[in-house]
């Protein structure tokens, strides 16, 4: 079974500031991890992805995300917050222990940018 | 290269009528999934579909709610009968494959409001 925990269901940040959204997960196999973000009345959009090769994954918009086996968490951060990141944030994680690769989303963060 | 197509955008329904969403998957998809989102929480797996076939359906409420991919046109989700209850932001989801790497493209979604 797999699941995903999003910590924090809103994050204020400042225009120019460091963006830290948090995601831990559950998987019993290795997991395959996603970012997405929506923005009102749309659909989501991916912003990244880990599938076992770097650690690391850049995404676009300037985010990235970093995979911890160890903490099981796969964190979204972006140096510098603009005001047009404000928009929410899913978490997914999936794997095959279901027989299928079909995602599981965390609750969502919506991200608050100030000026 | 169209998105991911859903109509209606938005979609009113009083209690006890039935509402019928369509989803155009990307071209070349044949792998289609729906979601449903209630206010304040993640998207939930509702179905998976091929062409002509229910692969997984494991999320799908067990009376009032079917969905169907026919050989020609959209995907259709069914709901009979609506009731308050069913108001939500219903998205479609299309993918060329299932492997590990394959990625879903998310509609802008369906929010229906059942008066």
């Known amino acids: 079974a797999q699941s995903v925990t999003q910590l924090g269901s809103h994050v204020s940040v400042s225009e120019g500031a460091l963006v830290l959204l948090r995601c831990n997960y559950s998987s019993s196999v290795p997991p395959y991890l996603f970012w997405y973000v929506q923005y009102p009345n749309q659909g989501l959009q991916l912003l990244l992805k880990?599938?076992?090769?770097?650690?690391l994954v850049k995404g676009i918009n300037g985010f990235e995300a970093e995979f911890k086996k160890s903490e099981t968490s796969f964190h979204l951060t972006k140096p510098s917050a603009h005001m047009s990141d404000a928009a929410e944030y899913f978490c997914?994680?999936?794997?095959?222990?279901?027989?299928?690769?079909?995602?599981?989303f965390g609750r969502g963060t919506s991200l608050i940018v100030h000026p | 290269n169209a998105g991911v197509m859903q109509n209606p955008r938005h979609l009113v329904r009083r209690r006890g009528q039935e509402a019928r969403l369509r989803c155009s998957p990307m071209k070349g998809h044949s792998h289609v999934y729906w979601y449903r989102q209630l206010p304040e929480e993640g998207l939930k797996f509702m179905v998976y579909?091929?062409?002509?076939?229910?692969?997984?359906e494991s999320g799908m409420p067990k009376e009032r709610f079917s969905a169907e991919f026919p050989k020609e046109g959209p995907s259709i989700l069914r709901i009979q009968q609506v009731v308050r209850g069913d108001s939500a932001a219903y998205f479609c989801?299309?993918?060329?494959?299932?492997?590990?790497?394959?990625?879903?493209?998310f509609g802008p979604g369906t929010r229906l409001t059942v008066l």
């Open positions: 997914a994680v999936s794997d095959a222990s279901g027989g299928s690769y079909i995602p599981t």
């Open positions: 579909l091929q062409k002509e076939n229910i692969i997984d």
């Open positions: 989801a299309s993918s060329l494959g299932v492997t590990s790497t394959d990625t879903q493209y």
């Open positions: 880990y599938t076992s090769a770097a650690t």
